[in-house]
RNA sequence: GGCCCUAUGGUCAAGUGGUUAAGACAUCGCCCUUUCACGGCGGUAACCCGAGUUCGAACCUCGGUAGGGUCACCA
C-alpha cells in the first residue's frame, strides 16, 4: 500500500467560504488520520476570474485554521509546479500522447456546427462527428492549419462504474458521456483534464471533492484507463447549504472565514464546527481539538445529504471554547475588543475580562455588553424597585446611602474584601444582604441590567470612581 | 428534458431488521442567584408518501414525491 497523498485545490477567486474550507479540512484529516500527505495546489488557470490577493488569503486562511500542507507552491516535495498556470506546457503534450493511446482525437468542429446541435433544451450534445475522420484527413487538416481541440475518446457500451468512499457504487453508462474537450483550441487545457492529468502527475491517491463531480468522475475514470494510470479512489463530500435550495456561495460571500474571524469567532472554534457539518465522530463528541478530530476522522461517519450552515450552533461552540479558556487567556483574546468598549476610562479591564467570558459567545458581542459603562446618568427610580428583591424607593435610599458610608473608608479593595465590607454593614443596618447588593448595583450603573453584580461593577470601576457614582445617585435618591 | 445522487424534530445528527427512535443547537418551563449570565433539572418537537419482502421495517426492494448535482473550447 503506498502513501496517502490527497489535495486541496481551491481557485483563487475570491473569499474562501466555509465549504470551501471544509473540502480541504476533510482531505486533511483523511490524510494525517492515515499517515499520509496533504497536498496545495492552486487552480488559477482562470485568468478572468481572479482576484487580487486570494492566493495569499488561501494560505493565511489555512494557516489560521491550522490546516499545514506537505506540499504546495512554496514547500516543494518533488511533484510541483504546484501552481496550474506554471504547469501549462505538459498538458497538450498528454492530450497528444492520448491521441496516439486511442483515447482521444482531434476535432475540428467549428462553433456554428456546434451550436446547431442543440436539442429543444437547449442542451447540445457533440455528435462525434470527427470521431472517425481518417489519419490523412486529419494530417491534412492540421497541415493546413484548421483550429482544432482534442476530445475524449468514450469507448462505446461500456459501463464505467466506481467505488465512491462516501456514496457507494456509482456506475454510468458511456452511452450518457459525451466525447468533451480536452485541450481547448487555444491549447490549454479544460479544467478537469488538467485535473486528471496534475492528480496523476502528483500522485495522489485519495480525490477528495465536493459532489458537483459525483457524477462525471466515471468519465475521468476512463481517461485514466486510456492513459492505463491507476484510478484514485474518491470521496465526494455533499454540499453545504445557505438555506434548504441554495448552497453557499463564494460569489456572494457567503458565510467566509475571514468574516467570521472579524466578528470574534475563534479559528479553531470554526473549524471544529464545519468539521461537524456533515461528519460524526463515532461516538458523538461535538468538541474536538485538530488532533482528536484527526483521530476521530472515519469516512463511514460523512453523511451523504447535504446540511444548512447554522451560525447559531457555531455560535454556541465558539462560546464553549471561550468558556473553556483561563482568565488570563480570555483576557488575551479579548483585550481589543474591551479597549474599544472602554475607551478613555478608568476600568479594570482583567475584572470586566472576567464577566464577559461566560457571557459572549463571539468576542464580537463584547462592545455591546459593555456598552452601559459609559451610559451612567440615566437615572431612573423605577429601576430601584424590585419586588423579588424586596427594594422599593426606601429600601433603596437606606441601601445605597449604607453601602457608600461603608466603601468610603475600605481600603481593600477585592472582591472578599469588598464583599465583606457591603455584607457587614448591610448587617449592622438590619438590611438583607440582596437589597443593598441589588441597590448598589444599580446605583452604580445606573441599569436594570449590568454583566455581573454589584461586587463586581464596583471591582471593575475601581475605587475612585464607584465612590463618584454612589454618591451622585444617592443624591439623586434623595430628590425622590 | 437525459443521467447521477439524496430524504430521521426548526437546524446539525445517532441509528445498518426487533430501541420507550440517542445526543447537540434553538425554543419553553423550573431551580440556583445581588440584576444578567454560567451551571443544574425537565418539557414541546422527527423516521416524505405508497406498495412489497419479512413473524417484525427508520433500516431491504420497487414506484411516486420533493430537493440537489451535472449535461461549456468555465473552473
Redesign the pocket.
Known sequence: MSEVRTRFAP?P?GFMHIGNLRTGLYAYLFAKKNGGKFILRI????Q??KVEGAVEMIYRTLDKAGISYDEGPNKDGGYGPYV?TERMGIYKRYAEELVRLGGAYYCF???ER?ASLKDE?G????DKHCRNLSKEEVEAKLKAGV?Y?IRQKVPEGVVSEYEDMV???????SA?I?D??LL???G?????FANVVDDHLMGITHVIRG??????TPKYNLIYDAFGWERPKYMHL??I?KD????LSKRYGDANFEDFLAKGYLPQAIVNYIA?????P?D?R?KMTMREMIEAFDT??I??????F?E??M??LNG?YL?AMTDEEFFEVAKPYIDGAVEGMDVDEFELAKLMR??VDVLGEISEKLAFLKEFGNFDANMYV?Q??KVDLDVAKRAVAVALEALRGLEDWSEDGV?ECVKAAAEQNGLK??QV??S??VALTD??????????MALALKKRESIRRLEVSLAKLNEQ
Open positions: 481557485s477567486t487552480e488559477d488557470t482562470d478572468e476570474r496550474q468542429c467549428d462553433k456546434l433544451n442542451v447540445a450534445t457533440y483550429p481541440v456514496f457507494g457504487k456509482i456506475s454510468v453508462d450518457d459525451e468533451g474537450v481547448k483550441s487555444d490549454l487545457p479544460t479544467y478537469n459532489t458537483e463531480y459525483l457524477s462525471s455533499p454540499p447549504m434548504a435550495q441554495r448552497k461537524l457539518l456533515g461528519w460524526c463515532k458523538n461535538e463511514d461517519g453523511s451523504k445529504s447535504s446540511s444548512i447554522d447559531q450552533k455560535r454556541w464553549e468558556k461566560t457571557r424590585h423579588k428583591m464583599k444582604g440582596g447588593m441589588f448598589m448595583r441599569a436594570a441590567v449590568t454583566p455581573g453584580g454589584a461586587i463586581e
